[in-house]
């Protein structure tokens, strides 16, 4: 069964077929901007696999990487009314997706050391 969406998506890619790439996926941050659902997808079904690829290659886990691309997605869409035209949405999602490995690396990091309460009671605090 073929959806809307879908034949709505296939109509407007054959539409851009003949635009350099750059153009295209500076419309599709324009419509993203704009709160259009499908340039959202079209961001999402373009970067999901290099995103993911590049969440476990800093996590080395393969759910932690999942769960990666799924809050950049998410932070992404959460922070769409503020970017700038002419600014790259590719940009955005791959910095939104590195500051979450960091994080995600430094809790990961702070339970293997332990909690701070063993050495403020050796202290006397």
């Known amino acids: 069964m073929t959806s ?3 034949i709505l998506y296939v ?3 054959e539409e851009q077929q003949d635009l350099p790439e750059s153009a ?4 599709q941050a324009r419509l993203f901007k704009d709160g259009d659902r499908g340039a959202f ?6 970067y999901r696999e290099p995103v993911y690829r590049f969440c476990y ?3 080395k886990n393969e759910e932690a990487a999942l769960d990666a691309v799924q809050e950049s997605f998410l ?9 700038k035209p002419g600014q790259g949405v590719k940009n955005y999602l791959f910095t939104i997706a590195l500051n979450y490995c960091y994080d ?6 702070f339970r ?10 050796d202290k006397g605090l």
């Open 41 to 46: 997808d079209w961001f999402f079904n373009r």
């Open 4 to 6: 809307l969406f879908s």
């Open 57 to 59: 290659k800093h996590l």
């Open 11 to 13: 109509v407007h890619n």
């Open 24 to 27: 295209i996926e500076r419309e």
């Open 104 to 109: 995600v690396l430094r809790k990961e990091q």
């Open 112 to 121: 293997k050391t332990g909690s701070l309460t063993p050495l403020v009671e």
């Open 75 to 83: 932070r992404l869409l959460g922070m769409r009314e503020r970017l």
